[in-house]
DNA sequence: AGTGCCGGGGA
DNA sequence: TCCCCGGCACT
């Protein structure tokens, strides 16, 4: 008995640990580290981003004799493969100054680079993933869910574009731009693992392939929901033909939770089930027989796996918060309904004995 | 207010 | 031990 306990805490702590702050970044400021050049270098192979942007070519020539039309050319071209990014996204780029030296790396890691690999804009900023600093807790810079915790720059860009400094003629700096990453939904269910690129889709697979029902049906009771999650995918890692990492380090905002997630994880809903007492009432197996309450029969399957980001997988807000909890003694009081809940008060003589004693719940661990 | 369960008893 | 339960931490 005792051991069991025990062992459940010890594999529990370690992830608010990390949340903090240990593995979530450590992917992202490793390739931040190199990011600037590798990021850039991997795109645009050979000619390094930083030096000199194209600009400078346009610039050359404006001295020289002349190719007006050619500096026109290089001012749309630049304008248009810029001028999406800023419209597409425009909360994008919002607080990434924490140091305040935006303008130094702004021009050499410019337009060149943006136009090209949107990594370099997202990654340049991480360096100063020493972000710690600034009291916002703000993670590896919300890739996803765009202005989600952008702070206090409101809605409309102004801030972003507050003067005209972007545009200085050819020099349209180019807000680094995050969305360079991409929202991918990950199917759950056991060994299965599917990742598709919209949640209708996964919906769609879930409820076909797993629950086994019609595809075309569209009216749905939104059980899928709980069989898969999202991922922010780099694009730019896909791109690069990387996709293989995907699984692994999809960069950044998957839920570091996930590494052991896949199978061990899906293993432990079934212990409980086990209990030679269980009542009639309580069929064990996963097709809810009695749906009675919608939340038991799910928490008996693939569902249960990502016990941290509890509802909705967005494992890198969540995870932020859950360092300070207070130096209690106590556990944190697991999530799984135990005994009591379960069975009702007025089923006390099907509750594990530890529950009717009060005691540590042995038939629902957490 | 309802739960989960630690810490303490009494039998 | 087994069985309860006061009472506190959490939600």
Known sequence: PAPAPQERWGPRHPPPGWGGGGITPTPRVGDGGHGEGGGCAAVLGSRPCSPQPPFALAGRKLPGKAGIDE???????????????????????????????PWLEAPAMSSSCSSSSNTSG?????????????????PPLSSH????????????EGPDEPDGTHFVFGEPIPRKRKNSTKVMFKCLWKS?????SSSSGMQKHIRTVHLGRKADLEQSDGEEDFYYTELDVDVDSLTDGLSSLTPVSPTSSVPPAFPGTEAPALLSPELPLASPLSPPARP???????????????????????PHPTPTPHPRDVSVTPPSRSPSRRKPRGEAKKCRKVYGMENREMWCTACRWKKACQRFLD
Do not use: I, N, Q, Y
């Open 122 to 138: 997202d990654w340049s900023w991480d360096p100063p993933s020493d972000r710690s600093t600034p009291s916002t807790p703000s």
């Open 192 to 196: 299965c693992g599917k990742v598709l």
């Open 145 to 156: 869910v765009p202005g989600a915790f952008l702070p206090a720059p409101p809605p409309d």
């Open 71 to 101: 500096v026109m050319a290089a001012a749309v071209l630049t304008s248009l493969s810029t001028s999406p990014l800023v419209l597409g996204h425009p909360p994008a780029p919002p607080a990434p100054d924490p140091g305040g030296e």
């Open 284 to 306: 064990p197996v996963p097709p809810p027989p009695v749906a009675m309450t919608p939340a038991v029969p799910r928490a008996w399957h693939p569902w249960v796996a990502p």
